[in-house]
């Protein structure tokens, strides 16, 4: 009888300690409520000045979240820097030369370790950053869930491989989220977010000098920044209506072979998305709401909880 109580005993203490484990892994809005109340509203102050000053930050700091969430997960990994022997993402071919806001993730994370020493992951930041910048360009907002831990690690390769080309043709984008586990319609919500933003001349000279499926008006303004040589780096709005504004013009300009970049426009390319463009097109709030959903799903990719990673006191490299 003895063993038989203490079997089962045994088994009740790996249940708990397998249920307390799993809790442990999960995210939470209320994460840092009592560790460190006034993260959040010091993040929001800090993204809030930052894009006061520049309008533009705000698509950075959502590209950044991006960037970091599809590779190897929502970890924080593309804020470290390369060092004499360390390579992080930060030279990947997606984000050389383009990424922006560091500045913005390391005045908050100083702020923020002022306030609360080695609580708030850069991770983290990152996360609310992204979601503070759609609100403050008048898109919608989301609970962000929070407890990422940052990472000790980066990939090189999985940030060359895994962050989708403005090159795409549709197929490869549908399985390029898929293999993120996003469905087509969550693909075509998240590329909402290029409603605000700039690409560089090089990302988009092929599609305005080669491919038909494109406004003449519009080609004609990009070939006047971007010439067919050189000047690979001049910038051009992704939405061209209203560069600065989070709404629905982007799905707009794609009905109307307006799309910047070739992966945008094989959205609406006479393939099986043009129906959920069309209806982003017209109806602002089912976009709100599905780009509001798909950033939540997007930030709950592979985040490291409970004693993996590390919260970095400099988020540009490991403690």
């Known amino acids: 009888m003895a063993f038989y109580c203490n079997f089962y005993l045994s088994v009740l203490i790996i249940i708990m300690f397998s ?3 799993l809790c442990s892994a999960d995210l939470s809005s209320d994460y840092y409520e009592k560790s460190c109340p006034k993260a959040t509203y ?42 004499s022997d360390f390579t992080g993402e930060k030279t990947a071919k997606p984000n050389t030369n383009s990424l922006r806001g560091f500045d913005v993730i390391d005045k908050i994370k100083s702020q923020v370790e002022k306030l609360c020493p080695g609580i708030v992951s850069c991770a983290d930041i990152v996360a609310v ?23 000790t690690t980066a990939s090189l390769s999985a940030a060359n491989s895994d962050i989708p080309s403005p090159i795409l043709d549709l197929s490869d984008l549908i399985t390029s989220f898929s293999n993120k586990g996003f469905t087509a319609k969550e693909m075509v919500a998240l590329a909402g977010g290029h409603t605000i933003g700039k690409a560089q001349c090089t990302t988009f000279r ?9 406004d003449s008006s519009l080609a004609t303004s990009l070939k006047s920044n971007c010439p067919s ?10 939405d061209a209506t209203t560069p600065v504004l989070f709404d629905n013009h982007f799905y707009k300009n794609l009905v109307n072979n307006k799309g910047v970049l070739h992966s945008d426009q094989q959205l609406f390319s006479g393939g099986s998305t043009d129906s959920q463009v069309k209806t982003y097109s ?3 709030i089912t976009f709100d709401a599905d780009f509001a959903n798909a950033m939540v799903k997007m930030g709950n990719l592979s985040p490291l909880t409970g004693t993996n990673g590390q919260i970095r006191t400099n988020c540009r490299k490991i403690n």
């Open 129 to 151: 950053a992204a979601r503070d910048s759609v609100v403050l360009l008048g898109g919608p907002s989301w609970t962000v869930q929070l407890g990422r831990r940052d990472s």
């Open 282 to 284: 017209t109806n602002p």
């Open 206 to 214: 092929e599609r305005v000098y080669n491919e038909t499926n494109i």
């Open 229 to 238: 040589t050189g000047g690979d780096d001049t910038l051009s709005s992704l």
């Open 19 to 21: 249920v307390i484990g």
């Open 42 to 83: 010091t993040i929001k102050n800090v993204v809030a000045n930052a894009v006061t000053k520049e309008r533009r930050m705000g698509a950075s700091l959502l590209r950044l979240h991006f960037h970091d969430c599809f590779v190897n997960g929502c970890d924080g990994s593309i804020l470290l820097d390369d060092t």
